[in-house]
């Protein structure tokens, strides 16, 4: 079963724009990846946060993590046309194991 | 550096024919190996995973199987294969050393169409 779910799913911005993606979950958690995934390829790994990290950051994203609601945000500042692909947020428990979400789909207009 | 390849990228086949994926990974040993599953607009769902040779977990009851004969060689595979067996399958890797706290690394998938 899919544990974490992204929100919204399908977001359009104008290149220059900020993004914000929100991911939220359901049991407790080791950590919280953010993943994109480029039309017909591979996931590409973006950030990973620990569950007693609040916000983490690299170059242009930013990621929060609020552990007492179950959700966490994925900021790209400054978005580019080639931010254009699908973001998925995974969660990690005990298991080791990644739980995916369903993605939310971006659109950077030029 | 690290690299995983994943082959072949596309591939077409008739329902009742056997399936054989391969997955490779170079620059890492002892990793831990994925596969993972994708429908049209969806998450990825965990087919199997493996922490050494030979060792493979299910995830979900289906109509694939895997396994690993060498340290950084998965393998997925259908003898005969469904029509509900289309979709995007991705290999991943990641290491051990603190595993829970590890990033996943994808290759770049292949596409199964079943006819």
């Known amino acids: 079963s899919q544990q974490g779910e992204e929100d919204p799913q399908a977001l359009s911005i104008q290149e220059g724009e900020n993004a914000t993606m929100n991911c939220s979950y359901k049991t407790s958690i080791n950590n919280l990846q953010w993943y994109r995934q480029n039309s017909g390829r591979g996931l590409v790994h973006l950030i990973l946060i620990r569950s007693n990290e609040r916000e983490k950051h690299s170059g242009r994203l930013r990621v929060t993590l609020d552990t007492s609601k179950k959700s966490s945000s994925l900021l790209i500042t400054a978005s580019r046309a080639a931010d254009t692909a699908s973001y998925f947020c995974?969660?990690?428990?005990?298991?080791?194991?990644?739980?995916f979400g369903k993605g939310i789909t971006l659109s950077v207009r030029p | 550096s690290q690299t995983i390849h994943q082959w072949p990228a596309t591939l077409v086949q008739p329902v009742g024919s056997p399936l054989s994926l391969e997955c490779t990974v170079e620059g890492t040993s002892n990793p831990n190996l994925y596969w993972y599953r994708q429908a049209a607009g969806r998450g990825l769902q965990l087919l199997f995973y493996s922490v050494g040779i030979g060792q493979i977990s299910s995830e979900v009851p289906q109509n694939l199987s895997a396994s690993r004969p060498q340290d950084r060689q998965f393998i997925l595979s259908s003898k005969k294969l469904l029509l509900s067996d289309s979709g995007f399958y991705l290999c991943?890797?990641?290491?051990?050393?603190?595993?829970?706290?590890?990033?996943?690394?994808f290759g770049d998938g292949t596409r199964l169409s079943i006819l």
């Open positions: 995974a969660t990690t428990g005990a298991n080791s194991k990644l739980t």
């Open positions: 991943a890797w990641s290491g051990k050393k603190g595993a829970s706290n590890q990033p996943q690394h």
